[in-house]
């Protein structure tokens, strides 16, 4: 079912592409990550989104630890077919500060400022993560 | 004015980093590319975004054959540092095939389909860039 999908796409050097989650309803743009194409097979087959860590080197199953899955709703390619746009129901926050968009910091008369605050403690979030997680 | 923002990006081996351009009232995403340290510094001067090609190896003043430019209305950077999201007036189309957004193609019924038709004939477009051009 997503070879057609995969098989178009232009992956870099690392085997990853880059993927833009937005949430599908308000087009908010919660966060861009990377995606292999076993994370992509993942992704279309169980309808939670998986990305890949590069910092882990593995599957990043989007929640697994948080709780704050996000639900894939769509998947777009781009016209160069490097780039993937993600249409996700985002469960509570993408950002793990606990701000609902990882980007929450803008210019601002020539200073970066943050103009998002966290809607959750990030700590608490990760203990009720860890939590969630031994039921899971 | 742009050095406290392009000071805390953490580009990658190139030199580069991710930017989203999403059009900052209806919020659709428009397209994904490249920018450099250079990029960043002369769209935030101009209001008018400029990427840099990686085919070409340079700056890439978006509509600068077409047109169809894009401007600048906010800059936003994520929790890790590693990628933009560029807020932006988009005039006309952002994508070469014509359409508005690049993301004009999503798995549908485990195949690839065109869900967005061209709103401009690119080879119109690409005329009209190079007549408009050699005014410019």
């Known amino acids: 079912m997503s070879l057609p999908l995969i098989s178009r796409i232009r992956f870099n050097s690392q085997g990853l592409v ?9 087009k908010e743009v919660l966060m861009m990550a990377w995606m292999s194409a076993e ?7 169980t309808g939670r989104v998986c ?11 989007k929640g697994e630890s948080s709780g704050q899955v996000q639900y894939l709703v ?6 160069d077919a490097d780039a993937l746009l993600l249409l996700v129901e985002q469960s509570g926050v ?9 980007f929450y ?6 200073d970066v400022v943050e103009i998002e605050a966290p ?5 608490a979030l990760y203990t009720r993560k860890s939590h969630a997680h031994s039921h899971g």
Chains 1, 2 share one sequence.
Do not use: M, N
């Open 18 to 26: 880059p993927a833009i989650a937005q949430q599908f309803d308000t």
């Open 39 to 45: 994370s992509i097979a993942e992704t279309i087959s």
């Open 51 to 61: 990305y890949y860590s590069r910092s882990r080197k593995g599957l990043w199953r």
């Open 74 to 79: 769509d998947i777009r390619l781009d016209c």
């Open 94 to 102: 993408a950002c793990h500060t606990g701000r609902r968009s990882c």
């Open 105 to 110: 910091r803008a210019l601002r008369y020539g």
């Open 119 to 123: 809607e959750v403690d990030p700590e």
